[in-house]
Every structure is written in C-alpha cells, then in structure tokens.
C-alpha cells in the first residue's frame, strides 16, 4: 500500500481492491453508496468510527477527512491492507473455478470487523435481505445514538427492542448481549481457540447456528480458514467441487469463499 496526505485526506494507491465489490458484498450492512462526483463514494461506520471513502480510478482511492493517525491505526488495518491480495489470487487461480472467480470480481477484500458487531449484524441477517439488515442496524444506533455494546443491550428485552421491527430475531439479540456481558461468552478468546472449539462456543449463543458462526468467526475474528455455506455457495459445492474444496486453499478458504459467492450470485442473475 502507497499512501500520501493531500490536505485533510489521505489518497491510497492500492490494487486488487474495489468499494463496490467489497462494502456491498453481504459482509457489511453499514455502508451506504453516496454520490460525490468519483466513480463511487461510499459512507459508514466501523463501531462508532465514521468514515467517507472514495474510489477515483482502479487503483486510487481518497479517505475523506481522516487524519493520518486514525488512517494508519484503524482503516488501513479493517480493509486489510497489509495483506497481499495479488499472490492470494494467484495462489486461488491454480484451480480452474476460482481463477474465473477471482477474474471476475478480482477486487474483493475481507473486512476486519469487530466481533461483537459482526455477531450481532449476523444474528440479524438470518432469513432476511441486505436493504432490511441494513434498516434494523440503522435503527439500533439511532436509538443509541452509537452502535451499542453488549453491555447497554443487556438491559434490553425482546418487547423493548420492539423499535427495531426485527421480528424473532430480538430474543437472540438479547440473549447475545447476556453472554457476552456476563462474560458466558468470551468473544476475543473464541477468536484465539481452535476452530472447532470456537464453533461450538459461538453456537452457545440462541440463534447462532452454523452459518452465522462461520460468519463471526471470518469476518469478526479474521479467522481465515472459516467457511460461510449459503444457498449460493452450496450450489458452487455441488456444482464444481463434488469430491471436496482443494486443500491447498484450506488456511484461506474464507476469502476464496468471498470471490466464488459473487461469482456464481452475479452467473445466475
């Protein structure tokens, strides 16, 4: 990653890496696509850190209004800009389906979010769509004024989250922010057990079945080698690796994960 400060922004020249492809591919629900004169401009928030970034061409990005502290100490680290993107896609194109993947939407990169927001974005997602996700999330921190911790939506009950027009999903929001805030569930040594141990500990929490875990653990934890399974990623299961995914992509089959989702959502649509 080059980067330089021009005023208040800092302009980042970084390949293999595209706004759209990564803040409105299903793996954050609080980034919304704004018009300021670039090829796209996208506003959001990370916990309660705001930020305005900008896509100019294929390789420069403008990070509005962020000092260079804040820039190096929390959003060159959530859009993992010290991993090497170009030789994980070369390493993925020995095999034949993600190298089309990867050429297809070449510009995917895995967010680093928290853990507790992702587990609570993903408890929100079951069964639902991306523009209701993002409306429920929207209205969680309006009503906070910030996105909550597990400690504010511990006092919360299923009728008292009745704002939210989150449906069953209230139940297990409250029972995530019991666990959590009692200390039941202990997100940042989940992040640091053995995958399977930090499986069965996120599925402690009601509502968290195998999906949302893997979802935690690969977008919350960076745990690299967890593999979200959807109704898309099953049909590329079925459809191109009948005998099992490669091994050799195992420790990053959670990134391969993202660049075959959208291809095969993207193929059938």
């Known amino acids: 990653m ?3 400060v021009k005023n208040n922004d800092i302009i980042v020249c970084e390949k293999d890496f595209n706004l759209d492809e990564t803040l409105d591919c299903g793996q954050a629900f609080r980034w919304k696509k704004i018009d300021r004169g670039y090829r796209c401009t996208y506003e959001g928030s990370f916990l309660n850190d705001s930020l305005t970034v900008s896509q100019v061409s294929d390789d420069m ?7 260079e502290e804040d820039f190096l100490g929390k959003w060159a680290d959530y859009f993992d800009f010290d991993t090497d993107y170009s030789e994980l896609k070369k390493q993925f194109s020995e095999d034949e ?6 050429s297809f ?3 995917i990169r895995l967010l680093r979010q928290n853990s507790w927001e992702c587990l609570i974005s993903f408890i929100i997602s079951q069964n639902n769509n991306i523009p209701r996700i993002k409306g429920i999330i929207d209205r969680l921190c309006e009503h906070y004024g910030e996105f909550p911790n597990a400690s504010k939506m511990a006092e919360e009950t299923p009728d008292s989250l009745a704002f939210l027009r989150s449906g069953f999903r209230a139940k297990y929001l409250c029972d995530a922010a019991d666990c959590v805030n009692s200390g039941t569930v202990d997100l940042n ?3 640091a057990a053995p995958i399977d141990e930090a499986r069965a500990a996120l599925k402690k929490i009601k509502g968290v079945g195998p999906k949302v875990a893997e979802c935690v653990l690969l977008f919350g934890m960076y745990r690299k080698e967890a593999f979200p399974v959807d109704v898309w990623i099953k049909r590329v299961l079925a459809e191109y690796y009948p005998n099992g995914f490669p091994e050799f992509i195992n420790e990053n089959a959670g990134i391969a994960q993202q660049y075959l989702f959208h291809y095969i959502r993207n193929l059938n649509e």
Request: charged letters at 15%.
């Open 105 to 107: 939407a070449g510009g």
């Open 189 to 191: 040594a989940i992040a």
């Open 97 to 102: 389906t993600l190298a089309k993947a990867c």
């Open 61 to 67: 990005f403008v990070f509005h209004d962020v000092s």
């Open 2 to 4: 080059d980067y330089s």
